[in-house]
């Protein structure tokens, strides 16, 4: 079998490698090495050590993916003929994506690997902060750094920044979280005698790195939950504050019924910010449904029901249950196709759970939108008019009898028949593509601007609304219009 031993050529320089790694590295005949790079084999050099590195890889490809595919490759091919000793800086376990590869390779039956020791740049560095990594650390690597994965109240260690550019791209990652005055410490081959610390503002982190294979960034730990805004964490943490012993008496009495209201209220809102095209306000709105979404959960979980996690693994679940077409095999060319899957696919669900057609459709906190959705819905199983003459037709007979019952009914009959009518008019809606939420909103929403218009004239006018007729407050109504065209 293909046999290839890995040994960690350790943190610095020669003096902290251990003695047995030395005699193998010192006996071995067939040496590989990720990067000459490195101080121990600087200090082996003089002693008449060779080996064969694999830094001219790095320089032929764009990518590390390629470069660590390539050296893997090309060892599992070297070991064919002879067993082969692979060398690379620190632990092999630690930060060393080429080793976990050959691992992989190994449980595919390619290799046979043996993995020696070599200290990890984790201990010196852990000496040289003088931090204690059960606060609570994390390992991340620069090359593939995420916002999502730093956690800003652990102390972060963030290796494999080999250029500008990557170091550029780890600034730009961290300055999404953290301050661009935030201080952060450049560790240089800690714990050798070139051990060096270097602080320096985050948005000068590129302009100033050096870079090699014995450099790690340091981003410190925000403790203060003030400054930790910007995570999911934080907000959690303030609204279960908000509703615990010492919180809110109002935030403590809330439930899911009393919460309904303000839940349509900041969609509203919203909606208003969007239409506004101001992106300030629809942030601030955005941040306000989101609170609703997380007191509801807070109120589940106090209650024993239902946590956030719960919300999260929900919502998850249908997003790649019904894209099947990113998540799956599912092929959906345009827009078109995922819809008609998204539709076939919530079908199926509703099926599942539902009895009748309509279950589910309910809107409690629109009439507007239940009506909507309930002829939307019967209109899918053929229960429709075939084009939108038969629905004005309807509407006319519905308008008749509304009238009728005006005049000859008593409020029972006439608030039956006025909701026909307004149920024919959701109908002639659906018929032109027309969202009667939406156009009830934007007619709220005018006659209110129209109307404060009146309200500012009466007050620069006579200051009182007593002392016009209805003529004239309608001129203003009318002047208001004239503003708006």
């Not at 979280?177 to 450049?186: L, R, S």
């Not at 509801?296 to 997003?319: C, P, R, T, W």
């Not at 095999?329 to 669900?349: C, F, G, H």
Request: hydrophobic share 35%; with cysteine.
């Amino acid at each position: 079998m293909n046999e290839i031993t890995i040994i960690g050529l350790g943190a610095s320089d020669l003096d902290q490698l251990p003695l047995g790694i030395y005699k193998k590295l010192k006996a071995s005949e067939h040496l590989y090495v990720r990067t000459e790079q490195h101080p121990v084999l600087q200090e082996l050099k003089t002693e008449g050590l060779t080996w064969k590195s694999f830094d001219e890889i790095y320089e032929k490809n764009d990518q590390f993916e390629g470069v660590y595919e390539e050296i893997v490759k090309t060892l599992l091919q070297l070991a064919i003929a002879n067993p082969v000793t692979y060398a690379v800086p620190g632990h092999p376990l630690v930060a060393e994506q080429t080793v976990q590869l050959l691992i992989e390779a190994e449980q595919q039956g390619k290799a046979k690997i043996k993995i020696e020791g070599g200290q990890s740049f984790l201990d010196p560095i852990f000496g040289a902060l003088r931090i204690d990594p059960i606060e609570g650390f994390q390992l991340l690597d620069g090359t593939s750094l995420k916002r999502d994965d730093i956690q800003m109240n652990a102390h972060v260690l963030i290796g494999q920044v080999y250029d500008a550019f990557s170091a550029s791209e780890v600034k730009l990652t961290l300055m999404e979280k953290y301050p661009d005055e935030y201080v952060v410490t450049i560790v240089t081959a800690a714990g050798s005698a070139q051990e060096k610390l270097t602080k320096v503002p985050l948005y000068e982190l590129d302009r100033v790195m050096e870079l090699d294979n014995l450099t790690t960034l340091y981003v410190p730990p925000i403790l203060q939950q003030e400054n930790r805004l910007k995570e999911w964490q934080t907000l959690r943490k303030i609204v279960a504050d908000l509703r615990g012993p010492n919180g809110c008496p109002w935030d403590k009495e809330q439930t899911h019924t009393t919460l309904k209201k303000y839940a349509v209220e900041e969609v509203y809102e919203l909606l208003q910010a969007i239409d506004e095209e101001d992106d300030d306000h629809i942030v601030e709105e955005l941040g306000d449904v989101l609170l609703q979404v997380f007191l509801h959960a807070q109120i589940g979980e106090d209650n024993g029901y239902f946590s956030l996690e719960d919300v999260l693994e929900s919502v998850s679940n249908k997003m790649i249950r019904r894209h099947p077409h990113v998540f799956g095999d599912v092929i959906a060319t345009n827009s078109e196709d995922v819809l008609r899957n998204w539709q076939q696919i919530k079908a199926q669900e509703k099926k599942e759970h539902n009895e009748s057609l309509l279950d589910g459709e309910l809107r409690a906190d629109s009439s507007l939108l239940t009506s909507y959705n309930f002829q939307k819905k019967v209109a899918k199983v053929g229960f429709d008019w075939p084009d939108v003459s038969g629905a004005w037709e309807k509407f006319d007979e519905e308008l008749k009898e509304w009238k009728k019952e005006l005049k000859d009914g008593n409020i029972d009959t006439q608030t039956d028949e006025l909701g026909d009518v307004l149920f024919t008019l959701v109908n002639l809606a659906r018929f032109y593509g027309l969202s009667p939420e939406q156009a009830i909103m934007q007619a709220n929403e005018k006659f209110k601007r129209r109307f404060q218009y009146i309200e500012s004239s009466v007050k620069k006018g006579k200051g009182d609304f007593t002392h016009y007729n209805l003529e004239e407050l309608d001129s203003f109504w009318k002047d208001a219009k004239k503003l708006e065209r």
